[in-house]
């Protein structure tokens, strides 16, 4: 394995560790407020790792809180979109012919829409439930997974192994389950950790406009949300949660980066 792949990876558990861990070596919770102690800058002294937001909540538990349920619905919502483009696309590159010119045509289709005004549609019309952001996540990041693994799987319906399957009788199904999926893992993999940003931001942005995880739930998006407002007066309400969120993102683009050096040197050996 590459450097960048172990950087990338080390930093990742690192987070995923803080944010399991972190809030229980704080005697502070992140629901209880305080407001004789509103926007307390960091300080170890009484455990305010990262001082307190406008209603005297502990802003180091909450961060820590809000990377797990970002990183919950990002990952949920990327397999949603991996179960679904993967099934989809392998199905249309197998089949072939006008099934997989139909198939393809719905997703122009759905491509050709405004998703997350579409999303936000759907945040209102059936209230914020935390569940429908997964759904509406995972209704975006599957049409790119589906095109890259018909792509992937046109040609390798053209193998050798695939057409001696054919030969001996095997199924459709059977073929794809067998021959043509595991054939996708690296690609798959490497996309995955590729989407995986995609669904934070979009939960970020989601959250941003107050659409997304409510009170008093919290996430990264809805903490960069709430220190936007107190940006002059208290600049650390902002810049942690930002700043945890940039690491995050980055680290998963390194990965996606490094494993697709690594399975692209193993494609050619």
């Not at 307190?52 to 619905?73: C, Q, S």
């Not at 019309?125 to 792509?151: K, S």
């Not at 053209?158 to 057409?163: A, D, S, T």
């Not at 054919?166 to 996309?191: D, E, K, M, S, W």
Request: with cysteine.
């Amino acid at each position: 394995m590459s450097r960048t792949i172990r950087i990338a990876g080390f930093i990742l558990l690192c987070v995923a560790a803080a944010a399991i861990v972190g809030p229980w070596f704080s005697p502070h919770d992140y629901l209880t407020t305080d407001f004789g102690g509103p926007l307390l800058p960091p300080s170890a002294a009484d455990a305010r790792y990262f001082g307190t937001d406008d209603l005297g909540r502990d802003l180091f538990v909450r961060t820590m809180t809000g990377v797990r349920v970002t990183l919950v619905v990002a990952l949920v919502a990327s397999l949603v979109s991996l179960v679904i483009g993967v099934a989809y696309g392998a199905t249309a590159g197998f089949v072939g012919g006008r099934v997989d010119a139909v198939m393809m045509r719905f997703v122009d289709t759905l491509y050709a829409l405004p998703f997350i005004f579409l999303v936000i549609l759907l945040m209102v019309a059936f209230e914020r439930n935390f569940l429908l952001i997964f759904v509406a996540i995972g209704a975006i990041n599957w049409l790119d997974m589906a095109r890259i693994v018909r792509g992937q799987t046109l040609s390798l319906r053209e193998q050798e192994f695939v057409q001696a399957a054919q030969l001996i009788g095997v199924g459709t199904f059977g073929i794809i389950r067998r021959h043509i999926a595991p054939n996708l893992v690296g690609i798959v993999v490497v996309y995955l950790t590729l989407t995986i940003p995609q669904a934070i931001l979009v939960e970020s942005f989601l959250s941003f406009l107050g659409l997304g995880v409510q009170e008093p739930q919290t996430s990264l998006g809805s903490l960069v949300n709430g220190g936007v407002a107190q940006m002059e007066a208290a600049p650390w309400l902002l810049l942690i949660p930002a700043a945890l969120l940039a690491l995050i993102l980055m680290a998963f683009n390194f990965l996606g980066d490094g494993l697709r050096d690594y399975f692209d040197a193993r494609k050619s050996s």
